[in-house]
C-alpha cells in the first residue's frame, strides 16, 4: 500500500503521522511510504531522517493526497484537506465529528474512509488511541493553568501551591478518567489543593487508595459541581464520552458565580467542551474571558510539546496503521472489534451511532460495507 504523510496545518501544530521509526517499520513490510518536505522539521525529525527510514520526500500536500492510498496525520483534515480526499481513500487521524458537522459533511461528500483514533477501542476497554494524548493534555492542563493564574495572564494573580504561611490554590478536577488523572497527580505534585469529582465511586475509591487526604473526592451531581467550582482557583474538564459530544457540566451561570480572575481549562474542547461558555481556541490566542473568568480551550493542547506527544501517539497507533496497510480496510476491520469501532465515515455514510446522533445523519453499521 501506498501510505501518505502530510504536513500538518492546523494552527501551531507540529506533530507528524508518522515518525521516522514507525515509516521504517511500513517499509519493512513492503509498504511504500510518501512524506511531505519538512513535515517533521519543527520537531528535529528532518527529512533526511525519513529517507533514511525508506520514505520518499514529496513537496505538496497535493502530491501527498494524490499518491497515497492512506492518509495518515494527526489533527483532524482542515477543508483545504477534505477537498483532496478521494472515495476509497483511507484517512487514518485524529477526528472529533461529533461537534464539527461541516467536517463531517465534507467527509462524507469526499467517499473516503475515515477511522478516527479516538474511538478505537482497546481488548481491556478504554481508548487506547487517545490515552497518550489525553495523559499529555492532562498533565498540560496544570502547567497552564498556572500559567494563566499569573496576574500578567488575566489571572487573579495565584501561586498553585501556595507558600509557607499563604494557602495553596484550590484546584478542582471534572472527570477522572486519564485527563483527569493525569491532571490531578501533577496539581498534587505542586502542592495544590485538589477535589476531583466523578459519577463512579469505583474510581474514586481508587484515587482515594493512592492518594488519602492529599485529595477531596466528590461524586458528580450537579450540586457538588457548582459548589466546587464556585470555590476553584482552576478548573480542569476532563469528561468524554467517546464519539459524542462531551455534557455542559458547568453552565453559564456557575461561571458567573466563580471567582474573579480564576481559570479555567477545558480539555474536552475537541469533543465540543464541557463548560457552557467554552469555544475552541488556539496556541496563537489561547484564552478569553467571560464574566472575569479566564477559559483556555486550546482544541490541540498535545500539540505545544509536539516532539513528546509525537513520538507517543506513535507508539499507539502504529500497530493499526500496519494492519490497515497489511490487509486492507475491509478485511482489518472485519478482523479487529476494537478497529471497527474507529470507523466513523466510510463510502458517504457514518458509522459511528453518537455522531450520527449527535448531527442527524442515518447511523449505517461498519458490517454492512465490510461484509
Known sequence: MRIGVPKEIKNHEYRVGLTPASV????????????????GEAIGLFDEHYQ?????????????????????????????ECAMLRPGQILYTYLHLA?????????????????????????NGGLPLLAPMSEVAGRMAIQAGAAHLEKSKGGMGVLLGGVPGVAAAHVVVIGAGVVGTNALQMAVGVGARVTVIDK??????????VYGNRITTLFSTAQHIEEAVMDADLVVGGVLIPGAAAPKLVTAGM??????????????????????????????????IVDGVVHYCVANMPGAVARTSTFALNNATIGYALSLADKGWKKALK???????????????????AVARALGYEYVDADHLIG
Open 99 to 123: 461537534p464539527d458537522p461541516e467536517q463531517t459533511a465534507a467527509l462524507l461528500a469526499s467517499g473516503a474512509i475515515c477511522v478516527a483514533y479516538e474511538t478505537i477501542t482497546g481488548p
Open 52 to 80: 533514511a527510514a525508506g520514505a520518499a520526500l514529496l513537496a505538496e500536500p497535493t502530491e501527498i493526497f494524490a499518491t497515497a492510498d492512506m492518509i495518515v496525520k494527526v489533527k483532524e483534515p482542515q477543508p483545504q
Open 200 to 209: 463512579n465511586v469505583d474510581r474514586l475509591r481508587q484515587l482515594d487508595l
Open 335 to 353: 478482523d479487529c472489534v476494537h478497529l471497527k469501532n474507529g470507523l466513523n465515515v466510510a463510502e458517504g455514510k457514518v458509522t459511528y451511532a
Open 24 to 39: 521504517r517499520e511500513l517499509v519493512s513490510r513492503g509498504h511504500s511510504v510518501f512524506v511531505q518536505k519538512g513535515a
Open 255 to 288: 461561571i458567573s458565580q466563580m471567582k474573579k480572575g480564576a481559570v479555567i481549562v477545558d480539555v474536552a474542547i475537541d469533543q465540543g467542551g464541557c463548560f457552557e461558555t467554552s469555544h475552541p481556541t488556539t496556541h496563537a490566542q489561547p484564552t478569553f
